[in-house]
């Protein structure tokens, strides 16, 4: 039986898609076997890959942000109200009430938006929200700055729906935080918003290194270097 065969089986097991997703996410050519994971649904590719959000390998956590994005778009050009069940459970995930810590899920969130026009309309004030103080602001940094990353992200493929975000962004540039510092300046170079000079210029000389995902590759850069065409 040939691997796709038995990714569209439906007795499938999470466990054992689990299995397959880490092996193919783990190879170099990882990007030309994300076809295959299609079929399924994304209501039983959901688990497995939310679980992968955790794995210690940075590399392995961002590709199935990747994938989870390209399983929603596959899903909301044909059932829109499966695609927003799954967002709504992002959603609760970023919830206090859900008692757990939603580590990954702003990131597949802002993936989600990035490639699925009618939804970044739908969910793009509820998911900048999250940054805004208010009733949906997250205290935690971590998710924050996944949120951050998902502004930027989101922006690259719909900017339009985005814009509004550039002035929320522009505090994160200030922070003690680097990593906030840097994933914001970034969001923002993706938004075209230019934020005031006089911080532009001090972060010139800001040689913190952060650790960015970006057109499907993970590098590091200097908050300095990402001042560049500003």
Not at 70 to 96: G, P, Q, T, V
Not at 159 to 181: C, D, I, M, T, W
Not at 190 to 217: A, G, H, M, R, V
Request: aromatic residues 12%; contains cysteine.
């Amino acid at each position: 039986m040939t691997t796709f065969l038995l990714l569209s089986e439906k007795k499938m097991k999470s466990r054992q898609v689990k299995k397959k997703l880490l092996e193919d996410l783990s190879l170099n050519d990882w990007e030309n076997h994300l076809h295959k994971y299609l079929s399924i649904s994304p209501s039983r590719l959901i688990n497995p890959l939310i679980s992968l959000l955790y794995h210690p390998e940075p590399l392995i956590k961002w590709r199935a942000v990747t994938l989870i994005g390209h399983s929603m778009k596959s899903c909301a050009s044909k059932d829109k109200e499966s695609a927003r069940i799954i967002i709504r459970r992002f959603m609760w995930y970023l919830n206090e009430e859900s008692g757990g810590v939603g580590w990954g899920i702003p990131e597949s969130f802002g993936e989600v938006l990035s490639q699925v026009s009618w939804m970044a309309k739908e969910y793009a004030s509820n998911f900048v929200y999250y940054i805004i103080p208010g009733i949906s602001f997250l205290d935690m940094e971590a998710l924050q700055t996944g949120v951050i990353w998902g502004i930027g992200r989101a922006a690259q493929g719909n900017k339009q729906y985005f814009e509004f975000a550039g002035e929320h962004l522009v505090p994160f540039l200030s922070l003690n935080n680097p990593y906030q510092r840097g994933i914001a300046l970034w969001a923002l170079k993706q938004l075209d918003f230019s934020p005031p000079i006089e911080i532009i210029q001090t972060l010139k000389n800001d040689l913190y290194e952060i650790e960015l995902y970006d057109q499907c590759i993970l590098r590091n850069l200097s908050i300095a270097n990402l001042t560049k065409n500003f």
